[in-house]
């Protein structure tokens, strides 16, 4: 599967033994980061399209209510009904109306779905990070301070996660579990679908991230400042998330970045299988799906969706790496 | 050290019967679809009723799991209706085990379905490891030995791009391009070595592999890349730098083979998991592997299978971490004791 | 440095080799081994070749011309009568029916040979049409998925298939289908007039061998009797191979030829790639058919060379809407309902003609005794609806319209219709499904009140049409409504099915039509379209023809290569 490729976990890993570096005087860890992030070209680059992204995922429902999107709108006059109903002229529809042409089919502005979808797409991988990252930081916090049967146990449990084939089971779980949660009230159709999505990316997700977390807390466990909650006897509870949780932003912030555009094209790699939102709804992924089988007729639109699509994930993927770059200089060249 | 293992090893089964316990649980909790599927066009209930308990679905899941699990262990019949045994045998199927279930979608048992698809997903996840790892490394050391160029960048750049594309996209594109438009690759279908030999093989594979493989290129260009980096900063490097090696012989006997080590860990992750098929490229290609499968059951709610390869896929991997497990602890007594 | 230069180029050549071999391995074509060979590329897989549980009109069709003879089959023909006129096959002549129907006598011809070489009896064709029966109650339960007509005109409540017979069943089913010799006689308990229609449009009356029945486990398993059988295995999702089948004798065969050596299916491929293949037509795809039809999103590439080779049809499908009668019970209401319908925007949101044709019945064009039904004469006229709605007094009636969805395509047709209705004067919320469709329609108490509907005629007759629908005795029951999605219940309708039924073959077409016209006062259904097929094929392919006798699609008995 797409998410948390190869390059993901491995890199988060090596960071993941320098996330504290060494104070240099006069400047906390967080400040001299700041500093090596807004150094790099690029991490700024990519900040700002990221940035610009989900200013379009938050105004695109906005604009839609306010109607001065259309995305769902059809266009009849101006397709070509006869010939397989792509739009009339040469390049998909273009015009000032629709500055990236329109749907084959049904003639809906395509600009005004693709930002539609990225407000869904993003949502939807937003969720399923922020309950992956979430669960793997809690989870991982409390195996690696507890240790003993409590360890072992998460540890089963991640091991066992970890064992199923991912891609398989978001796959094949699909329509049995969305009609399992339609019948626990959560709203039929593309609700349930794309709570699906969410709680299924995140259920398989978390265990890496678990891992991670737990082999820094090990580290952590023995140093001064912990050591000495004991001693003052904090509460486990409060030890787990009062002193470890401010020692682990670092690794959170990196692994939530690069764990976004996983989830974007895993959002769109299951579409294609029919896994997940469907139309009149947008997201990238369907709509890409869609896309791909006008390579003979329409050009524009075969490659606009996947492009936008590729320009999100290669955005995150870039501000991840920029962030960890910056947050672990050994790794920086 | 015996101890060790033998704890491990029942670690291991408790682990694997849980996980079929899980598998049947999430897959069974709706049968309803599944029955519907195999009841044609005119379904009535009495036929609905007739074809739950043909699948077996009219008992509670636990039965079915538990039933489930003595097939495995010591093989089962369909339809397991003793009667019919006695009075037409020919028509029951015996499943010796490990029984992983009969599809009545294919007609057929479970493992036989699997068996089958298994060399297909096999042959494409070879051929796309080869590419990735010859090309994805050789990139990745010229990136780093060029650091900094536009070589380095464009090769950098390339590799993240193409990695953004979504597989389907990619490999549409290509056997569209590649192989209809142009016809500069056969159309893209899997014959075994054995009925065609290697090049009918490999020229039927290899687009496939090749989409499946610039998936993963990105990630080893850039691993490489950046531990070759690494590592020729390390004093051993330099050191040989300063005692006059050339270039070339520093980065072949030195760094290359530091960096080797993290490489061919990862590498062996993804090559199991690409073992475990390629459901999107599979479906692309129109390649009868475990991935496609998988497609085809879902959408046919042929249940069996699915639950036959989850199952058969993580038995897999729960195995090879035992495995690993007590190999390492052969190797490094320390590990038994902690 | 040149190190690696080096080794780059000998990948590259490596990667270049590779192509070159397989081009030349790809470009052989049909004849590569010198055997003429038909490819046959599709999507969908086949569920089953056992012929009692065949029920898809393009398996049903393809193994009729291929591997199962009947007693009566479908000649090969382009015209359009004559296609679905049956001929004799296995039996002598036609059959003969004497009683109303209710008795039919077929002779079997001598020197028809299994692959194996022996004798087709009717041993044989009466043990296949006695596996229909599993599907009764305490049948086994593994023969699923076939027509089940004959369990309505068999009086054997008793008999629970081959597998599970007991003595008293037995004995009920050997009174109603008896053999004498190479001669078999069915007694029915009600008359069968088109009973030769049933039997070449459907496989569950083929013969089937008692020794090779393994129940579920021969589903894929073919044991021929036609010109061609199976080499080696079918493998679901990939396909099969037929050869000749040197036992087939042609002089007892007046339907099939053996044009090809080699016949070749390829299952799985998409739409999509499918029509692309046939565009492109390189290689052996020249010499391939295919029953999918070109998705639009292709439909710009049917250009110069593919454009000659692309043939538009109508399909034997049809599409409709269904009002529920449960819920929309004013007869004032459901007219304006149809009048309002716009199935021009319906068909044109379906793709244009290419796709879909608006049609005047429920009744497909090609089956006999169809005829345009005059209740529909006014649809599309809005003011008509508005003025109909008001006197009813039911302006702004709020509706629910239930349809299958999921794509782009049945989403636009959906709101082609909302847009219609909303002309009339109906406020429409729409209730899209994919897929829970077919459970959800089927419930009796759904809160919906028009539901869509699709429909081929199981063989071309109105009766295989109208009553599987509309006849509530055959669809009604607790939990479900069957295929009977407007909970139509009209007893009335169901006197005129009886006596349309048993009528002469002859007097049928005119009887159903009247059916057909009663139902369309009743506003029972509102037509939208006939299902069209435009359909490619590769550019070697001869004597290229979809036929009636077919359901539409290319036909087997005909097509051979250059």
Sequence with gaps: MSQSGPETTAAIESSADEVVPEAIRGRSPRELALIRFRRDKGSMISLGVVLLFLFVAVISPVLTKLKVFKPYTTNFPLLDIENGAIPKGNWGGISWAHPLGLTPGTGTDVLSRLMLGMT???????????????????????????????????????????????????????????????????????????????????????????????????SLREREFVEAAHVFGASRWRIYFKEMLPNLWAPILVYFTLTMPAYVSAEAALSFLGVGVKTPTPTLGNTLSDSVNYYGSDLVYFFVPAVVLAAVVVSFNLLGDGLRDALDPKADR | ???????????????????????????????????????????????????????????????????????????????????????????????????????????????????????????IAVVAFAIWIIIGVLLGIIAALKRGTWIDKVIVGVTLVIFAFPTFFIGQLLYVFLAI????????SYTPIADGGVFTWLGGVILPAITLAVFYMAGYVRMTRAFVL????????????????????????????????????????????????APITESVFNFNGLGKLAVTATREFDLPINIGIVVFLSAFVILANVVVDIAYAFIDPRVSVK | MTKYRKTLAVVAAAAMGVTGLAACGGGGGGSADGAKTLHYLT????????????????????????????????????????????????????????NKGKTWKFTLKDGVKWEDGKPVTCEDVKYGISRTFDLQTGGSGALTGGPNYILGYIDAPDFKGPYKADAKGQAQFDKAVVCDGAT?????????????????????????????????????????????????????????????????DASTDTVRKQLVDKIVFTEGITNELVAQRLIASNGDDAYAVTDRSIPPSIYAQVTGDAAKRATLVDSPFTGYLLPNFKRMTNPQVRKALMLST?????????????????????????????????????????????????????MGYPIIFTFSGGSPTSQKAAAALKQGWEKGGFKVSLNELTDTYYTEVQKPNLKTDVVWGGWGADWPSISTVIPPLFDSRLNISKTSNGQDYGNFVDPKANKMFDAANAAPLEEQPAMWAAVDKYLGEQTAYIPLDVTQFYMMHGSKVTNYMQTAASNMYPDLGAIGVE
Aim: hydrophobic letters at 45%; aromatic letters at 10%; one cysteine or more.
């Design chain 2, 230 to 277: 690494e590592t020729s900063t390390e004093d051993y490097i330099r050191t040989a730098q300063a005692k006059g090696l050339s270039a070339r012989a520093v980065i072949g006997k030195h760094t290359f083979r530091a960096a080797l080590t993290p490489i061919v860990t990862m590498a062996g992750m993804d090559l199991a998991l690409v073992l475990g098929g």
């Design chain 3, 342 to 394: 716009d199935r021009d925007g319906w068909a044109a949101a379906l793709g244009g003609e290419k796709s879909a044709k608006p049609s005047s019945s429920i009744v497909n064009p090609a089956v006999a005794g169809y005829a345009p039904n005059p209740a529909f004469a006014d649809m599309g006229n809005y003011d008509m609806a508005k003025k109909t709605l008001k006197a009813a007094g039911k």
């Design chain 2, 181 to 188: 438009k142009t016809g500069w690759f056969a159309i893209p």
């Design chain 2, 1 to 123: 050290m015996f101890a060790y293992a033998v704890r491990r090893i029942l670690i291991g089964l408790a682990m694997l019967v849980v996980m079929t316990l899980i598998t049947f649980l999430l897959f069974m909790n709706n049968t309803t679809a599944s029955v519907l599927a195999s009841c044609g066009k005119n379904c009535q209930p009495e036929q609905k009723a007739i074809i739950a308990k043909t699948l077996g679905y009219d008992d509670p899941v636990y039965v079915q799991w538990g039933k489930f699990l003595k097939g495995v262990v010591a093989g089962r019949n369909f339809p397991d209706d003793p009667a019919l045994v006695a009075d037409h045998p020919e028509l029951v199927a015996h499943c010796p085990a490990p029984c992983l279930g009969y599809s009545f979608k294919n007609s057929n048992f479970v493992w036989d379905v699997m068996k089958d698809a298994m060399w297909v997903s096999i042959s």
């Design chain 3, 184 to 248: 078999i006689t069915f007694n029915f308990k009600k008359g069968w007039n088109d009973l030769p229609l049933a039997i070449a449009s459907l496989r569950s009356f083929d013969p089937y061998r008692k020794d090779k029945d393994q129940g579920d486990k021969s589903n894929y398993q073919i044991f021929s009797n036609g010109p061609y059988k199976l080499d080696g295995a079918w493998v679901k999702e990939k396909g099969g191979t037929f050869v000749k089948n040197t036992e087939w």
């Design chain 1, 120 to 218: 869904y797409s993003i949502t939807i991988a937003l969720l399923s990070a922020v309950l992956t990252v979430a669960l793997g930081t809690a989870l991982g916090i409390i195996a690696g301070t507890s240790g003993g049967w409590i360890d072992a146990i998460i540890g089963r449990i991640i091991d066992m996660t970890l064992s199923f084939p991912q891609t398989l089971m978001l796959l094949s779980l699909s329509s049995t579990l969305t009609v399992t949660l339609e019948q626990m009230g959560v709203p039929k159709g593309n609700f349930a679908r794309g709570t699906y999505l969410i709680l299924v990316l995140a259920v398989f997700g978390w265990p890496s991230f678990a891992r991670i977390v737990r082999g820094q807390v090990l």
């Design chain 3, 43 to 98: 999507f969908r897989p086949t569920e089953h070749w056992d012929p009692q549980r065949m029920y898809i009109g393009r398996d049903l069709a393809d193994s009729s011309r291929l591997f199962y003879r009947s007693l009566v089959s479908f000649p090969v023909s382009e015209d359009p009568t004559t296609s679905v006129t049956p001929v004799p096959d296995l039996a002598t002549d036609t059959g003969k029916a004497s």
